[in-house]
Structure formats: structure tokens, C-alpha cells
């Protein structure tokens, strides 16, 4: 059974750091590309950022370019999203989804989504 | 602003058919697959159809998915209380240097 959790979200202050987490299980994990899909509070889907299966090819949302690192640790079973620089736009759950079939990039189609971590920008 | 349009609402009652739209462009919708999620509330976005009109194992054939030219839809027939839900259309863009880009959503109400 694929399992993907989330955890690292929080409160963080604007212009703080964060580093999420994406514990994955039930898949062979280095096989499949991986994104961070975000949702502010009441408002819709965002793709945030999106990594290839061997983590050598990396994507960004223009809105989070420059401020958030995506990575992998395929030995760990692992993705990871550093976020600095926050702002309060940041707000929102974050998922993390599996590509179903690509490893080299993402095209939309997540087959396997996480139950999402909350990240709170505030003062 | 989201890059493909969809209602924020749509509704109908239990049995009925109800069809959501879903409008973009020729970089997305009209060059690459579209793929429909669906989020009850609280919960996690799940895969609904991918690849225009595909339905993952599990997905009862009541769902259904089509494209034409720079739209695509969702179909839902003989509406039942639990496809109550938010609803989000999804695909790939090419002018945006290999972006997923994400509809507004779509609120499904069964009345």
C-alpha cells in the first residue's frame, strides 16, 4: 500500500525557514518523480515544486523560485522541501504527491497524494 | 487568477447528471493531458481521471472525463450525496517552463 506523511509544518515568523518532510513507502520511491502541491486556507490547488526520481532535475512555481529547495534522499525513502525566506502567501497545507508514471518530470498526474502538513506564516 | 477556468460552482440532485467545465488554452489543455481530482472535504486531493478521460482503478464508470480542443469536462452521472466535493481540473503547460497549472476548483453540491 503506498503511503506518503508529511510532517515538518509549523509557525514560523515572516522571512523565517522551514523544512518539510515526505516519508514514502509501498512504491519503489527512486522510480518516480515527486512535487509539493500547496492549498491556502479556503482557496484552491498550487503546484509548488517537483524533483525527478534519481533528484538530479528539479522544477519550480515562478511564485516560490529562489526562496524553496526541493530534494530527495531515495536511502531514506524521503522528500524534502527547505523553504526560506517566508512570506504570509506561504500559508497553506502542503502535500506531497507521487507522478504515476514519470521520473524524469511531472505532468500533472498524481496517482498518490499525502494527508498534507500546515505551514503558518505570521508574526 | 488560476490558468484554467473553471465554475466555483456547480450543483444538482441525487441521480442527476451534472458536468463541470473546464477552460484553458492551447499550451495546456489543448497539447497536453487534463486530470480531474477530487477533495472531500478535510481530506486529501484524490485522482478522479487522468489522460482526458481515464479512470483509475476504483472510480466508478459514474465519473467521466472528455476534451475538445482548449476545454475538457467532468461528467458525473446518477449523483449521489457523497460526490459532494470540491473539484479541480489540472495539466501540464508548455509555456510556463514545464508547469502543472491547476483550475480554481469547482464546489459540487448535491441538493
Known amino acids: 500500500e503506498v503511503q506518503l506523511l508529511e510532517s515538518g509544518g509549523g509557525l514560523v515568523q515572516p522571512g523565517g525557514a522551514l523544512r518539510l518532510s515526505c516519508a514514502a513507502s509501498g512504491f519503489t520511491f527512486s522510480n518516480y518523480a515527486m512535487s509539493w502541491v500547496r492549498q491556502a486556507p479556503g482557496k484552491g490547488l498550487e503546484w509548488v515544486s517537483a524533483i525527478s526520481g534519481r533528484g538530479g532535475t528539479t522544477y519550480f512555481a515562478d511564485s516560490v523560485k529562489g526562496r524553496f529547495t526541493i530534494s530527495r534522499e531515495n536511502s531514506k525513502n524521503t522528500l524534502y522541501l527547505q523553504m526560506n525566506s517566508l512570506r504570509a502567501e506561504d500559508t497553506a497545507v502542503y502535500y506531497c504527491a507521487k507522478e504515476a508514471l514519470s521520473i524524469t518530470g511531472t505532468t500533472g498526474h498524481f496517482d498518490f497524494w499525502g494527508q498534507g502538513t500546515l505551514v503558518t506564516v505570521s508574526s | 487568477q488560476s490558468v484554467l477556468t473553471q465554475p466555483p460552482s456547480a450543483s444538482g440532485a441525487p441521480g442527476q447528471r451534472v458536468t463541470i467545465s473546464c477552460s484553458g488554452s492551447s499550451s495546456n489543455i489543448g497539447s497536453n493531458y487534463v486530470y480531474w481530482y477530487q477533495q472531500l472535504s478535510g481530506t486529501a486531493p484524490k485522482l478522479l481521471i487522468y489522460?482526458?478521460?481515464q479512470r483509475p482503478s476504483g472510480v466508478p464508470d459514474r465519473f467521466s472525463g472528455s476534451q475538445s480542443g482548449t476545454s475538457a469536462s467532468l461528467a458525473i452521472s446518477g449523483l449521489r450525496s457523497e460526490d459532494e466535493a470540491d473539484y479541480y481540473c489540472a495539466a501540464w503547460d508548455d509555456s510556463l517552463s514545464g508547469l502543472v497549472v491547476f483550475g480554481g476548483g469547482t464546489k459540487l453540491t448535491v441538493l
Open positions: 489522460r482526458n478521460n
